[in-house]
């Protein structure tokens, strides 16, 4: 089964950047839709943004659009999020999940593989 990995978090300012890479262990990757999603301390798992299998068609949840980008690059089978403007309430652990669809869902539950998540912190 598909294997995700995230990178890329870490301590950032208040109003900086950080770039989130999602890489998957198997070539099936490129077809199916992949999401960013988060989980702050004592709180819910939100999505966050999701890329399509075919055709990349996009998804961004309303905190995240104009500020938040999700892309991928199937040749090396990563999904990035890179994140700008970064506020305190964006402090949460990022989670990449996969899904064997090509289109895009919200909720966790549509999602079968999930990654470990890695840590973003914005600090005042």
């Known amino acids: 089964q598909v294997q995700l990995v995230e990178s890329g978090g870490g301590l950032v300012q208040a109003g900086g950047s950080l770039r989130l890479s999602c890489s998957a262990s198997?070539?099936?990757?490129?077809?199916?839709?992949v999401a960013w999603f988060r989980q702050a301390q004592g709180k819910e798992r939100t999505f966050v943004a999701g890329i399509g299998g075919i055709g990349g068609v996009t998804r961004g949840a309303d905190f995240a659009r104009g500020r938040f980008r999700i892309s991928r690059d199937n040749d090396v089978n990563t999904v990035y999020l890179e994140m700008n403007s970064l506020r305190i309430e964006d402090t949460a652990v990022y989670f990449c999940?996969?899904?064997?669809?090509?289109?895009?869902?919200?909720?966790?539950?549509?999602?079968?593989?999930w990654g470990q998540g890695t840590q973003v912190t914005v600090l005042s």
């Open positions: 999940a996969l899904r064997d669809n090509y289109g895009v869902a919200t909720f966790a539950h549509s999602y079968t593989v």
């Open positions: 198997e070539g099936t990757f490129g077809t199916s839709a």
